[in-house]
């Protein structure tokens, strides 16, 4: 049996199936089968069959191999080994089976609750998928388990299928139990109430081969043919529509580009207005060669130094003079008081650190920690006072 050369027919009948030709699909699955029966090839031929291809190969197909059943899951495998090593499976595995069976809904089939947000339900599926997948687990029935753990998280992780059949899924299972027998009645009901628009192999693969849309898989209550749909690929094609449109107007994206610089530039435009209507002031309290503020002088009343520029005798004198220096002496005060209370405040802070960690060295150099502009204030005052 060439199994390389079935893999590859399973792979490109893959690609077909993305594309929309399932019947293509189909006959390169059967080719494999024959080629080398495996468990992929037939889960992908029940999905297909199920969703809508044909049921039976075309003329031209090559027909599927001798003792191949739907419901024994590896059959294919099977009939070709000895009785010694026909595939076994664990106690455990098949009451999980009976389990999946037995459930009344989708929530206890994935085993979470209804308030169970989506990454709840992404591990229970993900859990289950792989206990419960053909090629792990051999129990009678595992197949259609697989298909229902599949179709419940389907149904559950998109909101408004899962509002829907909140609603109104018990009542339909209700309805339609007497169609089937007691042992399968709860997961069928459900199975065929609510199908997922893919196959549980194809949304395992979404899983586990690192593909998992971002859009919600589409689901649906009728029981006709079903369609691989996701909303991923409307969003795409809306995507795509807008980005047309985008590029058939450049000129219009440019304009409304501008308009909302537009704030911004007047900003910038009246701050620069504003500057260069703004003439430098006539003294500073601090050395400024930048400004050309570099000559020293004191005030008449106080002694408060101060800086100004080279042409400032020519424009202040007499009673302008002595306006502007009772201006220097009121900003000087406010410096001072300014920087007395920064000076205090460092000195305080020294001290409380000092006695909160019990350290004596903190203590003593807030002691020493000199208040330079407080004295300085000190005798402004007491000059201001004529003391």
């Known amino acids: 049996m060439d199994k390389d050369g079935a893999d590859w027919l399973i792979e490109k009948a893959k690609l077909l199936l993305r594309s929309g030709r399932k019947d293509r699909a189909l006959q390169l699955l059967y080719e494999a089968q024959n080629m080398c029966p ?20 075309e003329a031209n197909h090559v027909p599927p191999p001798r003792g191949w059943r739907d419901e024994d899951c ?29 459930c009344r809904d989708f929530y206890e089939i994935l085993g979470v609750a209804k308030d169970s947000s989506d990454e709840d339900l992404k591990k229970a599926y993900r859990k289950l998928a792989l206990k419960f997948h053909p090629d792990k687990n051999f129990a009678p029935g595992a197949t259609d388990a697989f298909k229902a753990i599949g179709n419940a998280y389907a149904v559950l992780s998109n909101p ?9 899924g018990d009542q339909s299972a ?9 042992h399968h009645r709860h997961y069928r009901n459900f199975h065929r109430d609510f199908e997922a628009d893919i196959s549980p192999e194809e949304l395992f693969n979404i899983f586990f081969g690192g593909r998992f849309p971002t859009g919600n898989i589409h689901v649906y209550t009728n029981q006709g043919a079903s369609y691989s749909q996701f909303y991923q690929p409307r ?96 900003d000087y005060m406010e410096h001072l008081q ?40 000190h005798r402004l005052v007491g000059r201001q006072r004529g003391k």
């Open 38 to 57: 495996s468990t992929r090839a037939r889960v992908l031929i029940d999905a297909i069959i199920k969703n809508g291809g044909n049921a039976a190969p």
């Open 74 to 102: 590896g059959s294919a495998e099977i009939n070709h080994m000895s009785g010694d090593d026909r595939k076994s499976y664990s106690e455990e595995q098949r009451q999980g089976v009976l389990r999946i069976k037995n």
């Open 160 to 168: 408004e299928k899962k509002r829907q059949y909140d609603q109104y």
């Open 174 to 182: 209700a309805e339609s139990a007497p169609q089937h027998t007691t």
């Open 235 to 330: 969003r795409r094609r809306a995507y795509e529509r807008r980005k047309d449109v985008a590029e058939e107007k450049p000129s219009q994206n440019t304009f409304t580009a501008l308009l909302q610089l537009l704030p911004v530039l007047v900003l910038i435009l009246i701050s620069v207005f504003t500057q260069m209507m703004a003439t430098n002031p006539p003294y500073s309290l601090f050395y400024k060669p930048s400004m050309g503020l570099v000559v020293s002088r004191e005030t008449q009343h106080m002694g408060v130094p101060y800086y100004v520029d080279k042409g400032f005798e020519k424009e202040y004198r007499g009673g302008a003079l002595e306006e502007l220096e009772r201006t220097i002496e009121s």
């Open 338 to 377: 300014s920087s007395c209370w920064k000076e205090k405040q460092q000195k305080s802070d020294l001290m409380n650190l000092g006695q909160l960690y019990r350290d004596d060295r903190l203590k003593q150099k807030a002691e020493s920690m000199r208040l330079d502009n407080c004295d300085k204030l």
